[in-house]
């Protein structure tokens, strides 16, 4: 059957479908397919078409192909037999300055646009992900643009020139009327982008099948917001960040009645400025929100804003908050400028009552008690993500918010039956200052599978004893995870081995032994559950045998 064949190509390694393209008549075809469908790069294809391509050192110090000769018509039927196979093409220019890879050199380019009309090289393409540093490299992407493409994410660096990504998007707008999702990643300036703004929102005027789009953050313009307003099936707008430059905070549409304009949305990320403007979320439609935000007063503004929320958005799944810190947030703990959060800024929410995951990351881990935990399990029944504020305090805070103490899990567990992943940032004591879990209790959490403790510090002498209480409470959890940053979902690059910090190093291995030691203890669980099961019905056959043996005399 060729769904079988599938799945076998799709699990094998490059080297097994190489083989089997190699040895079976029959697995020729399926092989080569699977071997060319997903590409990280160009340059396979490139080469297929010279055998004297050319390797040279270019001005950036890397290392790039170039023809040596003239194409030939062998040359272009051995290129169809694999470009007709491909449907999914990603190439970073960036990532070959940091990584030993090829770039296409300019001539590359130039040389492929004489020999083949644009988007001919790859006919059957359906995904394309291409990040550009250099003008050559920006304007290259027209030669891969097919009649038929459904998915883009089109990155453009700040080293391009401003006038070049204008000349690429006009050129696209023409020739992707196909498009389903387009993502667009800038780290222009602001002030040098308008003209971008002005073409993109020309571009999105021509894609009217678009279901998802993806913006920077500073490109929520009127002109680009009545240009979504156009397309009638759009169902996800989110915010693309770059890193590169800061970009201030602006909400995409927040000027505009949402539900007017955008009535089939049903999933939304955008950044705000406090306080919002109350028609800017309110849609009955959706379903996923993530709001990134900066808060100067933790007091009142948080609490404002997701009353708001509450109200507008009443089906509500899944909510994500990104809440930074401003750098001039100042007052005490009793008076303003308070900047942890506390359990009545999140009262608002208890009224989404389908909620099912909320994450919140913020740079003070969050203030809640055992009976406020359990009032949120009772309006929020089917939650099954939470995740709250896993960092430790924000530097130079000026009085310190504890994390929660462990002995918590225990009415995380019992509040929120249907939890499967639950984290926060831990204060963990003394091994001895656990509550012991009782041996009568037979209600312990079957659904939680992932424990995210963030940026929790943990004992080295405490980790048997701290494994060994969680896998008593949890019996079905699976990993133990510190993956916490100031910022949760933030984009971070992930460090060289000579910048890892030690103390990072050593938490993640603690917990890794934590982890190791639930499952331990989860194992020997289920060992005892099983054996005490096959005991509890062998006591019931002796007893049913007994009776009948009674009855009989």
């Keep these: 059957m060729p769904e079988i064949l599938d799945v076998i190509l799709r699990n094998a390694s490059m080297k097994s479908k190489a083989r089997a393209a190699r040895t079976c008549q029959k697995w020729f075809s399926p092989a080569v397919d699977a071997l060319w469908r997903d590409l990280d790069s160009p340059v396979p294809l490139i080469k297929l078409l010279s055998t004297n391509i050319l390797t040279s050192i270019s001005s950036r110090a890397i290392e790039e192909i170039k023809f040596s000769r003239s194409i030939a018509d062998a040359d272009w039927s051995r290129f169809g037999i694999y470009s007709s196979r491909v449907r999914t093409l990603r190439y970073d220019d960036g990532e070959c300055i940091a990584h030993p890879r090829l770039a296409l050199g300019s001539n590359i380019f130039t040389e492929l646009g004489v020999y083949r009309p644009p988007g001919a090289l790859l006919p059957n393409l359906v995904k394309l992900e291409w990040r550009a540093v250099s003008d050559h490299t920006a304007r290259g992407i027209l030669q891969f643009i097919p009649v038929r493409l459904e998915s883009l994410v089109l990155t453009i660096g700040h080293r391009v020139n401003p006038t070049v990504p204008c000349q690429v998007i006009t050129a696209l707008s023409r020739r992707t009327e196909t498009l389903q999702h387009l993502e667009f990643r800038s780290d222009l300036p602001p002030q040098l982008s308008a003209t971008v703004k002005n073409a993109l929102a020309t571009w999105l005027r021509r894609v009217p099948r678009l279901l998802t789009i993806g913006l920077p953050s500073y490109y929520g313009t009127t002109e680009i917001v009545d240009a979504l307003a156009t397309l009638g099936d759009l169902e996800k707008i989110y915010t693309s960040h770059n890193w590169f430059e800061v970009s201030p905070y602006s909400a995409l549409g927040t000027t505009f009645t949402f539900q007017k304009n955008f009535p089939k949305v049903k999933e939304l990320s955008v950044d705000l400025n406090l306080p919002i ?72 929410l208890l009224a989404c009552r389908r909620l099912v995951q909320l994450q919140v990351a913020h740079c003070s881990p969050i203030k809640l008690e055992e009976a406020q935990l359990k009032e949120m399990g009772k309006s929020w029944p089917g939650m099954t993500t939470l995740e709250l504020c896993q960092s430790p305090n924000f530097k130079g805070e000026p009085f310190v918010i504890p994390g929660m103490p462990l002995s918590m899990l225990r009415t995380i567990v019992k509040a929120f039956r249907s939890l499967e992943t639950f984290g926060t940032f831990f204060l963990l004591g003394e091994a001895g200052d656990l509550e012991p879990v009782p041996r009568d209790d037979d209600n312990p959490s079957l659904s939680l599978r992932t424990l995210d ?39 971070i690059n992930v460090p060289s081995h000579r910048d890892v910090d030690p103390e990072l190093v050593e938490r993640t291995e603690n917990w890794n032994a934590v982890e190791s030691i639930v499952k331990a203890t989860t194992r020997l669980h289920g060992v005892f559950q099983r054996r005490i099961e096959e005991l509890s019905e062998k006591l019931e056959a002796s007893q049913r045998q007994l009776a009948a043996l009674r009855i009989q005399d």
Aim: proline fraction near 5%; hydrophobic fraction near 35%; charged fraction near 20%.
């Design 277 to 348: 403007d109350p028609l800017s979320l309110r849609s009955h439609h959706l379903v996923r929100l993530c709001i990134n935000t900066l808060i100067r007063d933790v007091g009142g503004s948080l609490q404002e804003m997701l009353g708001i929320v509450a109200t507008g958005c009443p089906n509500l799944e899944d909510l994500q908050l990104m809440l930074g810190m401003s750098d001039d947030f100042g007052g005490d703990e009793e008076g303003e400028g308070r900047c942890y959060i506390c359990y009545d800024d999140i009262t608002p």
């Design 453 to 491: 403790v963030g940026s929790s510090d943990v004992d080295e002498d405490d980790l048997f004893a701290i494994g060994y209480y969680i896998g008593l409470l949890c019996p079905a959890l699976t990993a133990v995870t510190a993956n916490a940053t100031n910022v949760r979902w933030y984009p």
